[in-house]
C-alpha cells in the first residue's frame, strides 16, 4: 500500500463532498435572489435540519454494506434493513408535516411566528420522501467503496449536483416558484437526490459481485441492527446538533436572522473540512494491507491542509468576496457571518481525529464503544449554549462555538472509549 493508492481511493470521494458543499453554496444563492430571502433562507435552514437529522441516522448505512457484506445472503440482509429503516424514518417526517407534531415542533419549540411555520410544514410535505432515498442510495455506495470503486459514488454526486444547479437557474425566474420560493430549494434538492440514486444503481449493477454464501456463515438481521445501532445514535447527534441549535438561536431576538446567517455559514464553512469525514473509510477499505500507521499519517496530513485552506479563506477578505458577491447575501448579513466562520478553522483538527478513531472503531466492529460519545455531544453544546445565551454575542457566533465544543468533547470521548477497550490504537492490534 502507497500513499498514491490511498489518494486514488480518497481522491473521487473528496471531490465529491467539495463539489457536494459548492452546490450548497448555488442552492443558498439561488434562495437570496428570491421574494422573502430571509423568510426561505430560514424557513429551509429549518426544514432541512429536520429532514436531515432523519436521512443523517442512515448516513453509515454505507458502513453495513463496506463492512459487513462478504456474499449474495449478507447483501440482502443489509438492503432488507435499509428499507424497513428507510421506511420508517420517512414516516416520521410525514407526522412533522401532517399532524399537529409538526407545528408543536416548530412554532411552540422553536418559538418562530406562524407565517414562518406554515412554510416550514410545506417544505416538510414535500420533503417526505428525502430519508428513504438518501439511506438506500448509502447502501449502494457502501457495496461499490467495497470493491473500491469510489469514482461511481463520485459521478453519481457530480451529476446530481449539476442536475441540482441547473434547477436552480431553471426555476428562479419561473413565476409559481416566486410566489412560493420554498420550493426552489426543494425541487434542487431531489433534482440532485434522484441523479445520484441512479447512478450509483447503475453502477452496482453493473460492477458488484458478490460470492454465493456457500459454507460463511449467515449476516442475521439481529448482528446488523446491533453493528448499527451505535452508528445510527452517532449520526442523528450529529445530524440533530444542528436543530437543537436552532430551538436555542431561533428563540433569541435576532432569531430569524441568526438561523439565515447559519443556513450560509454551515454550507461555507462545511466546505473545506466536510471531506475529511471520508477518511474513516480508509483502514477498513484498506484492511488488507495492514499499515495502519501510514493511513494515519495520511489521515493527520489530510487534517493539516485542510486547516491551512480553511484559513487562507476565512482569516483573509475572500470571505467577504464569497459572501457577497458570489453568495449575493447583503453586507449586513455577511458581517454576522463573518466570526462564525473564523471559529470554524478549529474543525478540520478535531474532525480528522474523529474520523480515523471512527475507522478503528468501524474496522474492529466495535461501534458499540464509540456510542458514549454522542450523549457527551449533545451535552456539551447545551452548557455552552446555556452558558452563552445571557452574553451580547450573536446568535450565529453562540451556535457555532457551541458546535465545535461539542466536536472536541465528542472527539476526546470516542478516543477514550476505544483505548479502554483493551484494543490500543496500533498497527500490531489490528
Same mark, same amino acid.
Not at 449539476?162 to 420550493?183: C, E, G, N
Given at each position: 500500500m502507497t500513499y498514491a493508492q490511498l489518494t486514488r481511493f480518497m481522491l473521487p470521494l473528496v471531490l465529491t463532498a467539495l463539489v457536494q458543499e459548492l452546490s450548497g453554496q448555488f442552492l443558498n444563492g439561488g434562495m437570496a435572489r428570491m421574494p422573502r430571502a430571509t423568510e426561505t433562507l430560514a424557513a429551509f435552514g429549518l426544514a432541512f435540519g429536520i429532514a436531515s437529522l432523519l436521512s443523517g441516522i442512515l448516513t453509515q448505512a454505507r458502513q453495513l454494506s463496506l463492512v459487513l457484506v462478504?456474499?449474495?445472503?449478507?447483501?440482502?440482509?443489509?438492503?432488507?434493513?435499509?428499507?424497513?429503516?428507510?421506511?420508517?424514518?420517512?414516516?416520521?417526517?410525514?407526522?412533522c408535516a401532517l399532524t399537529p407534531l409538526g407545528e408543536w415542533l416548530i412554532g411552540d419549540l422553536h418559538g418562530v411566528d406562524p407565517a414562518l411555520t406554515d412554510v416550514v410544514l410545506l417544505a416538510f410535505l414535500w420533503l417526505i420522501p428525502y430519508p428513504f432515498l438518501r439511506g438506500l442510495t448509502r447502501?449502494?455506495?457502501?457495496?461499490?467503496?467495497?470493491?473500491?470503486?469510489?469514482?461511481?459514488?463520485?459521478?453519481?454526486?457530480?451529476?446530481?449536483?449539476?442536475?441540482?444547479?441547473?434547477?436552480? @437557474?431553471?426555476?428562479?425566474?419561473?413565476? /409559481? #416558484?416566486?410566489?412560493?420560493? %420554498?420550493?426552489?430549494?426543494?425541487? +434542487?434538492? $431531489?433534482?440532485?437526490?434522484l441523479t445520484e440514486l441512479a447512478v450509483v444503481i447503475w453502477g452496482h449493477s453493473r460492477h458488484v459481485r458478490l460470492p454465493p454464501q456457500h459454507d460463511a456463515p449467515p449476516l442475521e438481521m439481529a448482528y446488523v441492527v446491533r453493528f448499527f445501532w451505535p452508528l445510527a445514535l452517532i449520526m442523528a447527534v450529529q445530524s440533530g446538533t444542528r436543530p437543537l441549535i436552532n430551538i436555542f438561536v431561533a428563540r433569541a431576538v435576532d432569531g430569524t436572522e441568526a438561523l439565515a446567517v447559519l443556513t450560509i455559514v454551515y454550507a461555507l464553512g462545511h466546505i473545506p473540512y466536510g471531506w475529511l469525514n471520508e477518511v474513516r473509510n480508509l483502514p477498513t477499505a484498506f484492511r488488507?494491507?495492514?499499515?495502519?500507521?501510514?493511513?494515519?499519517?495520511?489521515? @493527520?496530513?489530510?487534517?493539516?491542509?485542510? /486547516? #491551512?485552506?480553511?484559513?487562507? %479563506?476565512?482569516?483573509?477578505?475572500? +470571505?467577504? $468576496?464569497?459572501?457577497?458577491?458570489?453568495?449575493?447575501?447583503?453586507p449586513e448579513l455577511a458581517m454576522h457571518c463573518l466570526i462564525p466562520l473564523s471559529i470554524f478553522c478549529g474543525f478540520p483538527i478535531v474532525v480528522s481525529l474523529r474520523s480515523y478513531i471512527h475507522g478503528i472503531g468501524l474496522l474492529q466492529h466495535r461501534t458499540q464503544a464509540m456510542a458514549p460519545s454522542a450523549p457527551s455531544r449533545v451535552a456539551t453544546v447545551i452548557l455552552v449554549l446555556s452558558a452563552l445565551s445571557d452574553t451580547d454575542l450573536h446568535g450565529a457566533t453562540r451556535a457555532t462555538i457551541a458546535l465545535l465544543s461539542g466536536h472536541t468533547v465528542e472527539t476526546l470521548v470516542v478516543w477514550w472509549s476505544i483505548r479502554r477497550g483493551g484494543k490500543e490504537i496500533e498497527v500490531t492490534e489490528v
Open positions: 462478504e456474499h449474495e445472503q449478507g447483501y440482502r440482509t443489509v438492503f432488507r434493513f435499509g428499507i424497513i429503516a428507510g421506511i420508517a424514518l420517512s414516516g416520521v417526517l410525514a407526522l447502501i449502494y455506495i457502501g457495496t461499490l467503496l467495497r470493491i473500491r470503486r469510489s469514482e461511481i459514488p463520485a459521478y453519481g454526486t457530480t451529476a446530481g449536483i449539476s442536475l441540482s444547479i441547473l434547477a436552480v @437557474f431553471t426555476l428562479l425566474p419561473v413565476d /409559481f #416558484v416566486q410566489r412560493d420560493p %420554498i420550493l426552489l430549494p426543494v425541487f +434542487a434538492t $431531489y433534482a440532485g437526490v488488507e494491507a495492514n499499515n495502519l500507521a501510514k493511513v494515519r499519517r495520511f489521515i @493527520f496530513g489530510c487534517g493539516a491542509f485542510s /486547516f #491551512v485552506w480553511m484559513a487562507a %479563506i476565512v482569516w483573509t477578505p475572500a +470571505a467577504d $468576496y464569497i459572501l457577497q458577491n458570489w453568495v449575493g447575501i447583503s
